[in-house]
């Protein structure tokens, strides 16, 4: 304990004799902790988006007219035991265009049916993995028992439809993010790495003298090593302090506001996920500073 609190006296030293840089380096941990935690909201919120639109994936399978409704319940009872399916369910032809006629603003255009119904039955198939969905629709259709009962037979895959088009570009932009923010973040890492490794550089020339002298008297590497590495510690925790309040301030009085004004858009997160972030925020923060310093050391403190 006693060491302890000699590190943390000489680490507020050296944090004063070298103020401006020691603000250097707090001011860009903060900078980056602050748009990191500001990515990982937006991350959490894309996510949340992402879900809901992924939610939305289902899969299509038209029947004919004149399917045995044994079959249907054959194949029905098959998806159901597939990985990755949540629901299946069978819409009759009259379902079907009772669901059409309730989703039209006018009855004008069923009134120009004259009593025809030219809907086809259908599977429904609702999945609990949206990303396994062109694998279970590729099997659908090349299942004996579906193509026996779909309303095309010479082509099973025509009968099948989930959205091709517009679920790839959807995955592929959400993959796209993703990519995107561990690029961004690991700069920004790399850029507070620098300032740290620099700031505790100027700490150990400052102090070479002092350090000669500890030597001299037989001081262990590691009693010369704490002041250092806790200044980078007291860099990390204030930055991120700093950085966990500013998106505290963004939660409370910004997000509300942008809450209102996109109220299609998810944006609220649970108090859980906030933790998280503050979690994680803070772990950076301490592993930057932890690296930062010990490469630093490495390289100007030779003991």
């Not at 001081?219 to 966990?244: D, Q, T």
């Given at each position: 304990?006693?060491s302890?609190?000699?590190?943390?006296?000489?680490?507020?030293?050296?944090?004063?004799?070298?103020?401006?840089?020691?603000?250097?380096?707090?001011?860009?941990?903060?900078?980056?902790?602050?748009?990191?935690?500001?990515?990982?909201?937006?991350?959490?919120?894309?996510?949340?988006?992402?879900?809901?639109?992924?939610?939305?994936?289902?899969?299509?399978?038209y029947?004919?007219?004149d399917?045995?409704?044994?079959?249907?319940?054959a194949?029905?009872?098959?998806?159901?035991?597939?990985n990755?399916?949540?629901?299946?369910?069978?819409?009759?032809?009259?379902?079907?265009?009772?669901?059409?006629?309730?989703?039209?603003?006018?009855?004008?255009?069923?009134?120009?049916?004259?009593?025809?119904?030219?809907?086809?039955?259908?599977?429904e198939?609702?999945?609990?993995?949206?990303?396994q969905?062109?694998?279970?629709?590729?099997?659908?259709?090349?299942?004996?028992?579906f193509?026996a009962?779909?309303?095309?037979?010479?082509d099973?895959?025509?009968?099948?439809?989930?959205?091709?088009?517009?679920v790839?570009?959807?995955?592929?932009?959400?993959?796209?993010i993703?990519?995107?923010?561990?690029?961004?973040?690991?700069?920004?890492?790399?850029?507070?790495?620098?300032?740290?490794?620099?700031?505790?550089?100027?700490?150990?020339?400052?102090?070479?003298k002092?350090?000669?002298?500890?030597?001299?008297?037989?001081a262990?590497?590691?009693?010369?090593?704490?002041?250092?590495?806790?200044?980078?510690?007291?860099?990390?925790?204030?930055?991120?302090?700093?950085?966990?309040?500013?998106?505290?301030?963004i939660?409370?009085?910004?997000?509300?506001?942008?809450?209102?004004?996109?109220?299609?858009?998810?944006?609220?997160?649970?108090?859980?996920?906030?933790?998280?972030?503050y979690?994680?925020?803070?772990?950076?923060g301490?592993?930057?500073?932890?690296v930062g310093?010990?490469?630093?050391?490495?390289?100007?403190?030779?003991?």
């Amino acid at each position: 304990m006693s060491s302890l609190i000699y590190f943390f006296k000489e680490s507020l030293t050296g944090f004063t004799r070298n103020l401006s840089t020691s603000l250097g380096s707090i001011i860009t941990i903060f900078l980056s902790l602050l748009i990191i935690g500001i990515f990982l909201m937006g991350g959490a919120i894309i996510n949340n988006t992402v879900s809901s639109v992924e939610d939305k994936v289902s899969i299509t399978a038209y029947v004919a007219d004149d399917a045995e409704q044994s079959a249907i319940d054959a194949v029905v009872s098959d998806l159901e035991r597939v990985n990755g399916v949540a629901n299946v369910s069978f819409t009759t032809k009259d379902q079907a265009l009772e669901n059409f006629q309730n989703s039209m603003s006018s009855t004008d255009i069923v009134d120009q049916l004259d009593g025809t119904n030219p809907l086809p039955a259908s599977i429904e198939i609702e999945l609990s993995d949206p990303q396994q969905v062109e694998t279970i629709a590729s099997d659908l259709a090349a299942d004996k028992d579906f193509i026996a009962i779909c309303d095309n037979p010479e082509d099973p895959s025509d009968s099948v439809k989930y959205g091709e088009d517009s679920v790839d570009r959807l995955f592929s932009l959400t993959s796209y993010i993703r990519y995107i923010g561990i690029a961004l973040i690991a700069l920004l890492i790399f850029i507070a790495l620098v300032f740290i490794n620099n700031t505790i550089r100027l700490a150990i020339l400052a102090r070479r003298k002092e350090i000669a002298i500890m030597r001299l008297v037989g001081a262990s590497n590691g009693f010369i090593r704490g002041p250092f590495l806790m200044e980078g510690v007291v860099h990390a925790v204030i930055g991120s302090a700093l950085a966990i309040g500013s998106i505290e301030l963004i939660h409370r009085f910004a997000l509300p506001q942008v809450a209102n004004a996109l109220m299609w858009l998810p944006i609220n997160l649970s108090a859980s996920t906030y933790v998280q972030i503050y979690l994680v925020m803070l772990v950076f923060g301490l592993i930057i500073a932890a690296v930062g310093s010990f490469f630093a050391m490495r390289r100007y403190l030779k003991v």
